[in-house]
């Protein structure tokens, strides 16, 4: 089993749809959860940055931990073509410069 | 204003040969990160400087050498190209120990 478990999708909504995105994982070490956006050709660009459980939100990005889970998400409301993307969450446990990545989900979003 | 940026943006080259990619970020962040993202999207950590000192250098064949003139700049060299070597490198940095990473846009490197 790894790590940090994502599945790659595609997942394809209609736009105006709302998105959930879901990573588990299994090291109960880690504190620091992270969402990454990544577009086709592009690097990773940070979405969302949590500690430990609970929400977050941002616009229309919501980002939710739970630690006694081991499952994060990411839901995206009112979703746009331009949110088409690959998503990738990433976490950390307090002692570690690197983060682990999940292998990301692939989004698109039609109009 | 490009916070990471990396050159070239593509590298296509013969097996065998040596090649570089450079990488610069104007975050004022103290360490920075060389990761491989393969065909399946897995992003692998290569090498972590932070200050100019080597930090973490994870199973990497040592025809892969990183060097950092400065906390600012982080390249990477790599010696006799294999097929394997195929990929997407980014570079990325962050402030320090727990902060999110930011990622330069990737280096394309294909050997024919």
């Known amino acids: 089993q790894k790590e940090v478990e994502q599945d790659p999708g595609p997942l394809s909504v209609p736009e105006g749809a709302i998105v959930s995105l879901n990573c588990t994982y299994s090291?109960?070490?880690?504190?620091?959860f992270m969402w990454y956006r990544q577009y086709s050709r592009k690097g990773p660009e940070l979405l969302m940055y949590?500690?430990?459980?609970g929400n977050k939100e941002d616009g229309r990005f919501t980002a939710q931990v739970d630690k006694s889970s081991k499952y994060i998400s990411l839901f995206i409301r009112d979703s746009q073509p331009s949110d088409s993307a690959t998503y990738l969450c990433?976490?950390?446990?307090?002692?570690?410069?690197?983060?682990?990545f999940g292998r990301g989900t692939s989004l698109i979003v039609h109009p | 204003d490009t916070a990471v940026s990396q050159t070239p943006k593509y590298l296509v080259t013969q097996m065998g040969n040596d090649k570089s990619i450079k990488c610069e970020q104007n975050l004022g962040h103290d360490t920075m990160y060389w990761y491989k993202q393969d065909s399946k999207k897995f992003l692998k950590i290569m090498f972590s400087y932070n200050n100019k000192e080597l930090i973490i250098n994870e199973t990497v064949p040592n025809r892969f050498s990183p060097k950092s003139p400065d906390k600012a700049h982080l390249n990477l060299h790599i010696n006799s190209l294999e097929l394997g070597d195929s990929a997407v490198y980014f570079c990325?940095?962050?402030?320090?120990?727990?902060?999110?990473?930011?990622f330069g846009d990737g280096t394309r490197l294909s050997i024919l």
């Open positions: 090291n109960s070490a880690f504190q620091y």
């Open positions: 949590t500690y430990s459980s």
């Open positions: 990433a976490m950390t446990t307090g002692g570690s410069y690197i983060p682990t």
């Open positions: 990325a940095s962050s402030d320090d120990n727990n902060q999110p990473q930011h």
